[in-house]
């Protein structure tokens, strides 16, 4: 019976020893950074002094993401051949270190605001390389026709994490110590480390594992591939057309609607499970057109923010920014799997090193602008101007195919 319930697509999949081993350890490792999320911030805010929180609290946060970009330059040349499941077990190695470090150093009176961005920093070094490993490694697990589900499987999984995370971390920093959630973070990092290195792997003909004749960079192989860099053109343009949502979205709540932070927790919460359903329900299908499918997901999720943009009753904007969730959700497995698809096996952890770091910049540039636009125009501007131009954008991509199809 319980067979019965899991949808045709996915049995396989879970039929998987290694993958039922991996989305285990991804299954802890994102609840720890679903905790990180409050826990990050919320520790920058305990640190700083109350003139320049702030600044520090946004310090940490972009500490915690961008130098990931920087390690996909630096260490390119060196990491592009090595296998992909000893990067995801460096990456998380060093992330449990690093991160590790910050509730020692916490307990032991030592940590002050610049340690505190220094050891946010150097965990997110290699995080570029760590993601492009977690779906190498995954595209040699899984034949063509099943990557869809695996990734959908994984991406839900990180939906799910930001329901539960959060909530959890946020009743630990209250009374607890959030210094102690990010060490809880830190031992999730290193159950996925210790899981990934006790992986036995079985033989796999999908993908070359390494690159040995290599002689290129990521970005250059991105380049050379007009089709999957016009991918990344419109994940890039999406997620920073998302960025303005996250600076927008509180200040409808207080703002707009003078409504308490219960109502912003009820729209992210409603969002991470349209999300999670969303994202299972696309890798239940089976040969989906994943290049009609991911641009029209760029235009209804444009669509469904742009009744933010007028006085609309409240229950209305909080069951489209569901309903976007929903469509939100399957984006990252779908782009993913374009991309495992479409790339030179040999070459394809190169290339999703490369498309991690780009899209490091995304959304923190997005959330940047955010800030300016939200003051200039209002958060109910702002959240409607960013679906109509992320409509814009899918629309663009959309002519743009057609040309493209036209043409062959």
Partial sequence: MLRRLVPSAYRPVLANRVFRQLILGFAVSYFGDGMSFVAVAWLAIELAPQATAGLWVGGAVAAYTLPGAVGALVFGRRLRRVPARRLLLVDNVVRGAFIGAVPLAWFAGLLTLPLYIVLLAGSSLLHAWGNAGKYTLLAELLPDEQRLAGNSLVSSLEFAATIAG????????????????????????????????????????????????????????????????????????????????????????????????????????????????????????????????????????????????????????????????????????????????????????????????????????????????????????????????TVVLGAVACALLLARRRNQ
């Avoid at 057109?289 to 933010?308: C, D, E, R, S």
Wanted: aromatic share 8%; with cysteine.
């Fill in 166 to 389: 959060p909530a959890i971390a946020g009743v630990l920093v209250t009374y607890v110590s959030s210094a102690l959630v990010l060490g809880l973070d830190a031992l999730t990092y290193v159950f996925l480390a210790v899981l990934v290195a006790r992986l036995r792997l079985p033989e796999s003909g999908h993908v070359s594992l390494i690159d040995q004749a290599a002689a290129r960079g990521g970005f250059a192989l991105l380049r050379s591939h007009p089709e999957l860099l016009g991918l990344l053109t419109l994940t890039w343009f999406f997620n920073f057309l998302y960025g303005p949502v996250e600076v927008a979205l509180p200040l409808h709540v207080t703002d707009d609607l003078q409504e308490p932070g219960t109502l912003l927790g009820l729209y992210w919460m409603l969002f991470g499970i349209g999300a999670v359903f969303g994202g299972l329900a696309v890798g239940a299908l089976r040969q989906l057109p994943l290049w009609p499918v991911t641009v029209g997901i760029v235009v209804a999720w444009g669509l469904a923010l742009m009744p933010f943009g007028f006085a609309v009753p409240t229950v209305v904007t909080v069951a489209c920014f569901m309903l976007g969730g929903a469509i939100y959700g399957p984006f990252v497995a779908l782009s993913v799997t374009l991309m495992q698809a479409k790339s030179p096996p040999q070459h394809l952890t190169a290339m999703l090193a490369a498309r991690s770091a780009v899209l490091l910049t995304a959304s923190p540039l997005g959330t940047a602008l955010g800030g300016p636009l939200t003051t200039v125009l209002g958060p109910r501007a702002t959240l409607g101007g960013s679906g109509l131009a």
